[in-house]
Protein backbone atom coordinates (compact mmCIF):
# COMPACT_ATOMS: atom_id res chain seq x y z
CA UNK A 1 0.00 0.00 0.00
CA UNK A 2 1.24 3.55 -1.11
CA UNK A 3 0.98 6.16 0.01
CA UNK A 4 1.90 10.18 0.92
CA UNK A 5 3.25 8.79 4.50
CA UNK A 6 5.30 5.63 3.12
CA UNK A 7 6.83 7.58 0.11
CA UNK A 8 7.97 10.39 2.49
CA UNK A 9 9.22 8.05 4.96
CA UNK A 10 10.68 5.73 2.68
CA UNK A 11 8.74 3.06 4.15
CA UNK A 12 6.62 -0.10 3.08
CA UNK A 13 3.91 -0.09 5.25
CA UNK A 14 1.58 3.08 6.41
CA UNK A 15 2.10 2.36 9.78
CA UNK A 16 4.14 4.96 12.17
CA UNK A 17 4.93 3.63 16.03
CA UNK A 18 4.53 7.39 18.29
CA UNK A 19 6.80 8.03 20.50
CA UNK A 20 6.36 7.15 24.13
CA UNK A 21 8.14 7.34 27.26
CA UNK A 22 10.17 4.53 28.82
CA UNK A 23 8.56 2.68 26.05
CA UNK A 24 10.56 4.20 22.30
CA UNK A 25 13.74 1.95 23.07
CA UNK A 26 16.12 1.22 20.05
CA UNK A 27 14.16 -2.84 20.69
CA UNK A 28 11.29 -1.56 19.43
CA UNK A 29 11.76 1.02 17.18
CA UNK A 30 14.02 -1.74 14.94
CA UNK A 31 10.99 -3.76 15.21
CA UNK A 32 8.36 -1.87 14.13
CA UNK A 33 10.81 -0.62 10.88
CA UNK A 34 11.92 -4.25 10.19
CA UNK A 35 8.64 -4.94 10.30
CA UNK A 36 7.77 -2.62 7.54
CA UNK A 37 6.58 0.60 9.66
CA UNK A 38 8.61 3.64 11.20
CA UNK A 39 9.71 2.76 14.73
CA UNK A 40 10.35 5.82 16.77
CA UNK A 41 13.11 6.33 19.51
CA UNK A 42 11.69 8.52 22.22
CA UNK A 43 14.63 11.13 22.49
CA UNK A 44 13.82 12.45 26.23
CA UNK A 45 13.50 9.13 27.43
CA UNK A 46 17.57 9.47 27.31
CA UNK A 47 19.34 11.51 30.24
CA UNK A 48 21.87 13.23 27.83
CA UNK A 49 22.36 13.38 24.29
CA UNK A 50 25.19 11.67 23.62
CA UNK A 51 22.91 8.61 25.65
CA UNK A 52 20.61 9.54 22.75
CA UNK A 53 23.36 9.20 20.17
CA UNK A 54 23.89 5.66 21.92
CA UNK A 55 20.39 4.50 21.08
CA UNK A 56 20.42 5.76 17.53
CA UNK A 57 23.58 3.72 17.06
CA UNK A 58 21.79 0.33 19.22
CA UNK A 59 19.02 0.70 16.68
CA UNK A 60 21.01 1.17 13.64
CA UNK A 61 22.66 -2.06 14.43
CA UNK A 62 19.18 -3.89 14.57
CA UNK A 63 17.84 -2.30 11.60
CA UNK A 64 18.66 -0.76 8.26
CA UNK A 65 14.74 0.73 7.70
CA UNK A 66 14.28 3.95 8.36
CA UNK A 67 13.30 4.77 11.84
CA UNK A 68 12.35 8.18 13.72
CA UNK A 69 13.68 10.09 16.40
CA UNK A 70 10.50 11.67 18.78
CA UNK A 71 11.54 14.81 20.69
CA UNK A 72 8.82 16.62 23.34
CA UNK A 73 9.65 20.37 23.16
CA UNK A 74 8.88 20.81 27.31
CA UNK A 75 7.34 23.97 28.74
CA UNK A 76 10.23 23.48 32.07
CA UNK A 77 12.83 26.03 33.67
CA UNK A 78 15.47 23.29 33.19
CA UNK A 79 15.15 23.36 29.08
CA UNK A 80 16.50 19.51 27.93
CA UNK A 81 19.62 19.99 25.81
CA UNK A 82 17.95 20.28 22.65
CA UNK A 83 20.64 21.25 20.39
CA UNK A 84 22.87 18.58 21.44
CA UNK A 85 19.84 16.27 21.16
CA UNK A 86 19.71 17.11 17.62
CA UNK A 87 22.92 17.41 17.00
CA UNK A 88 23.52 13.43 17.62
CA UNK A 89 20.48 12.89 15.64
CA UNK A 90 22.01 14.58 12.20
CA UNK A 91 25.03 12.47 13.22
CA UNK A 92 23.54 9.68 13.96
CA UNK A 93 21.80 9.45 10.36
CA UNK A 94 18.17 9.40 11.01
CA UNK A 95 16.15 11.11 8.38
CA UNK A 96 12.61 11.90 10.64
CA UNK A 97 12.03 13.73 13.54
CA UNK A 98 8.30 13.60 15.28
CA UNK A 99 8.20 16.52 17.47
CA UNK A 100 5.52 17.12 20.04
CA UNK A 101 4.70 19.60 22.76
CA UNK A 102 5.18 23.26 21.75
CA UNK A 103 6.38 24.20 18.40
CA UNK A 104 9.74 23.18 17.28
CA UNK A 105 9.96 26.53 14.89
CA UNK A 106 13.21 27.80 16.81
CA UNK A 107 15.00 24.42 15.63
CA UNK A 108 13.38 24.14 12.35
CA UNK A 109 15.93 25.34 10.17
CA UNK A 110 18.74 22.90 12.06
CA UNK A 111 16.37 20.04 10.85
CA UNK A 112 15.68 20.72 7.64
CA UNK A 113 19.18 21.82 6.63
CA UNK A 114 20.07 18.31 7.85
CA UNK A 115 17.30 17.18 5.50
CA UNK A 116 15.22 15.50 7.92
CA UNK A 117 11.51 15.70 6.98
CA UNK A 118 9.43 16.71 10.28
CA UNK A 119 6.58 15.53 11.43
CA UNK A 120 4.27 17.43 14.59
CA UNK A 121 1.78 15.93 17.18
CA UNK A 122 -0.93 18.23 16.56
CA UNK A 123 -4.38 17.87 18.75
CA UNK A 124 -6.37 20.53 16.77
CA UNK A 125 -6.44 21.92 13.43
CA UNK A 126 -5.09 25.75 14.60
CA UNK A 127 -1.88 23.86 15.60
CA UNK A 128 -1.59 21.64 12.37
CA UNK A 129 -2.00 25.07 10.66
CA UNK A 130 0.78 26.45 12.50
CA UNK A 131 2.80 23.22 11.76
CA UNK A 132 2.68 24.11 8.16
CA UNK A 133 3.46 27.06 8.03
CA UNK A 134 6.78 26.72 9.88
CA UNK A 135 8.00 24.01 8.11
CA UNK A 136 6.70 20.85 8.79
CA UNK A 137 6.57 17.98 6.20
CA UNK A 138 3.73 16.50 7.91
CA UNK A 139 1.27 16.23 11.03
CA UNK A 140 0.52 13.65 13.45
CA UNK A 141 -3.16 14.46 14.10
CA UNK A 142 -4.09 13.53 17.63
CA UNK A 143 -7.79 12.96 18.50
CA UNK A 144 -9.47 12.89 21.86
CA UNK A 145 -9.13 9.01 22.19
CA UNK A 146 -5.53 9.00 22.35
CA UNK A 147 -3.16 8.35 25.53
CA UNK A 148 -1.03 11.04 27.10
CA UNK A 149 -2.14 14.59 25.95
CA UNK A 150 -5.37 15.23 24.12
CA UNK A 151 -5.36 18.92 24.10
CA UNK A 152 -8.06 20.91 25.85
CA UNK A 153 -10.63 20.95 22.78
CA UNK A 154 -11.94 16.98 23.22
CA UNK A 155 -12.52 16.65 19.30
CA UNK A 156 -12.58 12.99 18.53
CA UNK A 157 -10.88 12.14 15.20
CA UNK A 158 -14.25 11.15 13.38
CA UNK A 159 -14.75 15.22 13.43
CA UNK A 160 -11.39 16.28 13.79
CA UNK A 161 -9.77 14.20 10.63
CA UNK A 162 -11.89 15.30 8.10
CA UNK A 163 -11.77 18.95 9.57
CA UNK A 164 -8.29 18.51 8.75
CA UNK A 165 -8.49 16.83 5.48
CA UNK A 166 -10.30 20.78 4.62
CA UNK A 167 -7.57 22.60 5.74
CA UNK A 168 -4.53 21.04 5.70
CA UNK A 169 -1.61 21.05 2.27
CA UNK A 170 0.75 18.56 3.89
CA UNK A 171 -0.37 14.90 4.42
CA UNK A 172 -1.20 13.82 7.73
CA UNK A 173 -1.29 10.70 9.72
CA UNK A 174 -3.91 9.92 12.00
CA UNK A 175 -3.19 9.22 15.83
CA UNK A 176 -5.65 8.06 18.89
CA UNK A 177 -7.55 5.04 18.44
CA UNK A 178 -5.76 3.36 15.83
CA UNK A 179 -5.36 -0.78 16.72
CA UNK A 180 -6.33 -2.20 13.45
CA UNK A 181 -6.88 -2.62 9.96
CA UNK A 182 -10.16 -0.88 10.05
CA UNK A 183 -8.36 2.16 12.27
CA UNK A 184 -6.21 2.29 9.10
CA UNK A 185 -8.82 1.83 6.26
CA UNK A 186 -11.24 4.55 8.66
CA UNK A 187 -8.48 6.84 8.53
CA UNK A 188 -7.38 6.62 5.03
CA UNK A 189 -11.50 7.40 4.24
CA UNK A 190 -11.48 10.38 6.61
CA UNK A 191 -8.05 12.01 4.53
CA UNK A 192 -5.34 10.67 6.72
CA UNK A 193 -2.37 9.33 5.10
CA UNK A 194 -1.92 6.59 7.33
CA UNK A 195 -1.80 5.45 11.20
CA UNK A 196 0.49 6.66 14.28
CA UNK A 197 0.14 4.10 17.02
CA UNK A 198 1.26 4.75 20.94
CA UNK A 199 -0.64 2.33 23.14
CA UNK A 200 -1.09 -0.90 20.57
CA UNK A 201 3.02 -0.96 20.54
CA UNK A 202 3.35 -1.30 23.63
CA UNK A 203 1.16 -4.87 23.83
CA UNK A 204 3.70 -6.09 21.65
CA UNK A 205 6.78 -8.82 22.08
CA UNK A 206 8.84 -6.37 21.68
CA UNK A 207 8.23 -3.66 23.30
CA UNK A 208 10.80 -3.28 26.09
CA UNK A 209 8.43 -2.93 28.85
CA UNK A 210 7.32 -5.27 32.32
CA UNK A 211 4.88 -7.93 31.62
CA UNK A 212 2.54 -6.21 33.85
CA UNK A 213 2.29 -3.47 31.68
CA UNK A 214 1.14 -5.59 28.63
CA UNK A 215 -0.99 -7.38 30.40
CA UNK A 216 -2.67 -4.31 31.88
CA UNK A 217 -3.80 -3.64 28.67
CA UNK A 218 -5.34 -6.17 27.10
CA UNK A 219 -7.43 -6.75 30.07
CA UNK A 220 -8.21 -3.73 30.23
CA UNK A 221 -11.42 -1.87 27.93
CA UNK A 222 -12.44 1.18 26.66
CA UNK A 223 -13.96 2.49 29.89
CA UNK A 224 -10.79 2.21 31.53
CA UNK A 225 -8.84 5.41 31.17
CA UNK A 226 -9.15 8.91 33.03
CA UNK A 227 -8.40 12.22 31.99
CA UNK A 228 -6.20 14.03 34.79
CA UNK A 229 -4.85 17.39 35.43
CA UNK A 230 -7.89 19.00 33.61
CA UNK A 231 -7.55 21.86 35.94
CA UNK A 232 -4.17 23.02 35.38
CA UNK A 233 -5.01 22.92 31.53
CA UNK A 234 -2.66 19.81 30.81
CA UNK A 235 -4.88 17.19 30.64
CA UNK A 236 -3.26 13.43 30.10
CA UNK A 237 -5.26 10.12 29.73
CA UNK A 238 -3.81 7.68 31.61
CA UNK A 239 -4.89 3.97 32.66
CA UNK A 240 -6.92 3.73 35.89
CA UNK A 241 -5.44 2.49 38.88
CA UNK A 242 -5.08 3.46 42.62
CA UNK A 243 -2.82 6.45 42.22
CA UNK A 244 -4.76 7.92 39.21
CA UNK A 245 -7.82 7.72 41.87
CA UNK A 246 -5.90 9.77 44.39
CA UNK A 247 -5.18 12.66 42.07
CA UNK A 248 -8.74 12.51 40.75
CA UNK A 249 -9.80 12.98 44.92
CA UNK A 250 -7.01 15.49 44.79
CA UNK A 251 -8.49 18.10 42.23
CA UNK A 252 -12.29 17.35 43.08
CA UNK A 253 -11.34 18.64 46.81
CA UNK A 254 -8.68 20.91 45.30
CA UNK A 255 -10.78 22.98 42.41
CA UNK A 256 -8.79 25.84 41.11
CA UNK A 257 -6.95 25.93 43.81
CA UNK A 258 -4.43 22.42 42.46
CA UNK A 259 -1.18 23.27 42.40
CA UNK A 260 0.97 20.58 40.07
CA UNK A 261 3.18 20.16 43.87
CA UNK A 262 -0.22 18.91 44.98
CA UNK A 263 -0.02 15.85 42.75
CA UNK A 264 3.59 15.72 41.85
CA UNK A 265 3.54 12.41 43.80
CA UNK A 266 1.64 10.54 41.27
CA UNK A 267 2.68 11.83 38.29
CA UNK A 268 6.69 12.74 38.05
CA UNK A 269 9.41 10.25 37.72
CA UNK A 270 6.97 7.59 37.90
CA UNK A 271 7.55 5.57 34.70
CA UNK A 272 10.55 3.75 35.60
CA UNK A 273 8.79 2.51 38.14
CA UNK A 274 6.14 1.13 35.74
CA UNK A 275 7.36 0.39 32.93
CA UNK A 276 10.68 -1.38 34.15
CA UNK A 277 9.55 -2.88 37.98
CA UNK A 278 5.86 -3.66 36.77
CA UNK A 279 4.55 -1.60 39.86
CA UNK A 280 1.38 -0.52 38.12
CA UNK A 281 -0.03 1.76 40.72
CA UNK A 282 3.03 3.86 41.02
CA UNK A 283 1.10 6.71 39.43
CA UNK A 284 -0.34 7.82 36.04
CA UNK A 285 0.21 6.28 33.15
CA UNK A 286 -0.28 7.46 29.26
CA UNK A 287 -2.97 4.93 27.64
CA UNK A 288 -5.29 5.46 24.91
CA UNK A 289 -9.06 4.06 24.86
CA UNK A 290 -8.05 2.02 22.12
CA UNK A 291 -6.75 -0.51 24.84
CA UNK A 292 -10.68 -2.09 24.47
CA UNK A 293 -9.51 -3.15 21.27
CA UNK A 294 -6.22 -4.78 22.12
CA UNK A 295 -6.79 -8.54 23.11
CA UNK A 296 -3.27 -10.11 22.37
CA UNK A 297 0.48 -9.35 22.60
CA UNK A 298 1.47 -9.81 18.79
CA UNK A 299 5.10 -9.53 17.58
CA UNK A 300 5.30 -6.11 15.54
CA UNK A 301 5.69 -8.31 12.47
CA UNK A 302 2.86 -10.26 13.06
CA UNK A 303 0.78 -6.90 14.21
CA UNK A 304 1.99 -5.19 11.06
CA UNK A 305 0.94 -7.42 8.68
CA UNK A 306 -2.28 -8.27 10.32
CA UNK A 307 -2.98 -4.75 9.88
CA UNK A 308 -2.74 -4.49 6.54
CA UNK A 309 -4.43 -7.93 5.52
CA UNK A 310 -7.13 -6.45 7.24
CA UNK A 311 -7.06 -3.39 6.00
CA UNK A 312 -6.47 -4.61 2.14
CA UNK A 313 -9.34 -7.62 2.50
CA UNK A 314 -11.63 -4.79 4.17
CA UNK A 315 -11.08 -2.52 0.99
CA UNK A 316 -10.98 -5.30 -1.74
CA UNK A 317 -13.68 -7.36 -0.42
CA UNK A 318 -16.29 -5.43 1.94
CA UNK A 319 -15.77 -2.06 0.87
CA UNK A 320 -15.56 -2.98 -3.39
CA UNK A 321 -18.92 -5.06 -2.79
CA UNK A 322 -21.14 -2.34 -1.96
CA UNK A 323 -20.93 0.12 -5.10
Excluded at 194 to 219: C, L, S, Y
Excluded at 248 to 261: I, P, V
Excluded at 262 to 278: C, L, R
Amino acid sequence: MKTKMTEMFGIEHPIMQGGMHYVGFAELAAAVSNAGGLGTITGLTQKSAADLANEIARCKDMTDKPFAVNLTFLPIVNTPDYPGYIKAIIEGGVKVVETAGRSPEQYMPLLKDAGIKVIHKCTSVRHALKAQKIGCDAVSVDGFECGGHPGEDDIPNMILLPRAAQELEIPFVASGGMANGMSLVAALAMGAEGVNMGTRFIATQEAPVHQNVKDAIVAASELDTRLVMRPLRNTERVMNNAAVERLLEKEKQLGDKLQFTDIIDEVAGVYPKIMENGTMDAGAWSCGMVAGLIHNIPSCAELVNSIMSEAEDIIHQRLSKLG
